[in-house]
T-cell receptor, first 113, second 111 residues
């Protein structure tokens, strides 16, 4: 157990729908990162939050949004889903004194049918 | 734009057959190079961080090295349980805490 908890583990939904993925970071970590991993794209950075504020944005679609709550858990919202959004979505967390990069969760596998 | 390229894409070895994985990078200013191991359907697991050229880190059968343009992950006398995808990532000065990942090398060790 890495200490980063993601729910749900699996999600199957239809095109056009909206889903919410949840992440609880490691205790004491203020930063949360979201990554998308598809077969042909590898791990792609989506967005970073630090202590409730958006810190950096990557290749995140306008249909996707995220937030980090006062208790530091984060949610990634995906709307108007398309078949191409099917992927593994990973959350990771870190703190400013952490020399080890991130600690990743086990991911949410999203399948859009 | 920061880029990370890993080679080969896939590698099959016999148990005990040593080899190396390559990670070449083009970045604006390196603040760390990271190696992760990823098993199918799981999140990446941290292995090493390297910060400056000439640095080396070791863990069991794995050794990571860093030059100004690339990093190598050497695997000595591998075992079937070393089979996984190995990911290289860089953190840059301009990228803040963001990591940029390579596509990974899928390593298979046959018994």
């Amino acid at each position: 157990d890495s200490g980063v908890t993601q729910t749900p583990k699996h999600l199957i939904t239809a095109t056009g729908q909206r889903v919410t993925l949840r992440c609880s970071p490691r205790s004491g970590d203020l930063s949360v990162y979201w990554y998308q991993q598809s077969l042909d794209q590898g791990l792609q950075f989506l967005i970073q939050y630090y202590n409730g504020e958006e810190r950096a944005k990557g290749n995140i679609l306008e249909r996707f949004s995220a937030q980090q709550f006062p208790d530091l858990h984060s949610e990634l919202n995906l709307s108007s889903l398309e078949l191409g959004d099917s992927a593994l979505y990973f959350c990771a967390s870190s703190n400013s004194r952490d020399p080890y990069g991130y600690t990743f969760g086990s991911g949410t596998r999203l399948t859009v049918v | 734009e920061d880029q990370v390229t890993q080679s080969p894409e896939a590698l099959r070895l016999q148990e005990g057959e040593s080899s190396s994985l390559n990670c070449s990078y083009t970045v604006s200013g390196l603040r760390g190079l990271f190696w992760y191991r990823q098993d199918p359907g799981k999140g990446p697991e941290f292995l090493f961080t390297l910060y400056s050229a000439g640095e080396e880190k070791e863990k069991e059968r794995l050794k990571a090295t860093l030059t100004k343009k690339e990093s190598f992950l050497h695997i000595t006398a591998p075992k079937p349980e070393d089979s996984a995808t190995y990911l290289c990532a860089v953190r840059t000065i301009q990228g803040a805490q963001k990591l940029v990942f390579g596509q990974g090398t899928r390593l298979t060790i046959n018994p």
